[in-house]
């Protein structure tokens, strides 16, 4: 087997695994434990393996200032990006979920304009903006109008703050860089998190001994841990190395429509071809931004050089 074939193997994999985090972490939630408490546990467990990983192979503690940096990092991507999420899974379906949080290109746009004027709103740019926005409405029409649960709305709101607040994090960390390995910054900024998400937990009273949480949360967990942490991540990092930009970041794509179909099949969740139709057209609008993006880029590279 060639090293493109074991990439496209990586690409596979991360699709099929990033997709069916949702809904692991959405039986998670719905075995009665708190989406806050899920997230706190699933993050020590992500973060501490990571650290200890690095720690053994010599790397050395972050600095005072560092650690500051990586709980503020840690606080965007991980306490409200991913704590706000998986609490809104308890009531919205994980197709839904993952197609919001698939939006986060076409809200970096919009705060980059609007806060450093240093994106342009390009036909393209304008073109992804709009069927984005029309294709997420007609799933929300679609859930919300034919089929609304009680927390619909809340959850709708917890997810589109965990996807501005991932697009913020990711925006400053493209402008302030740390020196400091990646994949370990990633451990520390999980695993300070968790301890942020565990005092959160405590505060709120919803919580759950841990002898008391069920074994198909247990299991979810560990999924996300040890596979969707691990496993995606180490395919998704040989996908980068050895596949175009381009073609790796297909799983963006993918995942969302993995989320659907494996919750629809799952979870029960609802599957309509209006949502199919909606989910098509909100990828379609992200690909053309985030195409608009990559032109804007290699302009600004070129007009450097």
């Keep these: ?59 050395k503690l972050p600095t005072g200032k560092q650690m500051l940096w990586l709980a503020g990092m840690g606080s965007l991507l991980f306490v409200i990006a991913n704590g706000f999420a998986t609490v809104a ?8 979920a993952a197609l919001i949080a698939a939006l986060y290109p076409l809200s970096v746009v919009i705060i ?38 009680e927390g619909y709305i809340l959850g709708l709101i917890l997810s589109l703050i965990a996807m501005l607040s991932w697009s913020v994090g990711t925006i400053i960390i493209a402008r302030n860089k740390v020196k400091i390995n990646a994949y370990n910054a990633t451990g ?31 299991m979810a967990i560990a999924y996300l841990v040890f596979v969707s942490s691990i496993v995606a991540f180490v395919a998704f990092i040989y996908t980068m190395k050895h596949l175009e930009p381009a073609i790796a970041a297909l799983y963006a794509y993918i995942n969302p429509i993995v989320a659907i179909l494996t919750g629809s099949v799952l979870m029960n969740e609802k599957l309509t071809i209006d949502i199919l139709i909606g989910s098509a057209i909100t990828l379609a ?20 050089g």
Aim: glycine letters at 10%; aromatic letters at 12%.
């Design 1 to 59: 087997m060639t090293t493109r074939q074991k990439a496209y193997i990586g690409l596979a994999a991360t699709s099929i695994i990033w997709g069916t985090s949702w809904v692991a972490s959405k039986i998670a939630v719905k075995g009665g434990v708190p989406g806050l408490e899920v997230a706190a546990i699933r993050q020590f467990m992500g973060g501490a393996l990571f650290v200890s990983f690095f720690l053994i192979r010599g790397e």
């Design 89 to 96: 899974l308890r009531y919205i379906p994980s197709g839904l």
């Design 112 to 149: 980059e304009r609007l806060f450093f004027r240093n994106t342009k709103i390009t036909w393209v740019t304008f073109t992804g903006l709009l069927l984005g926005i029309s294709g997420i409405g007609i799933v929300f029409y679609d859930n919300a109008f034919h089929n609304q649960t």
């Design 188 to 218: 520390w900024q999980m695993l300070l998190a968790s301890f942020l998400l565990m005092i959160m937990t405590l505060v709120s009273g919803d919580t759950v001994p841990l002898s008391a949480v069920p074994a198909s949360t247990w």
């Design 285 to 304: 609008g992200v690909f053309l931004v985030n195409r608009s993006l990559k032109k804007q880029r290699e302009q600004a590279l070129a007009d450097v």
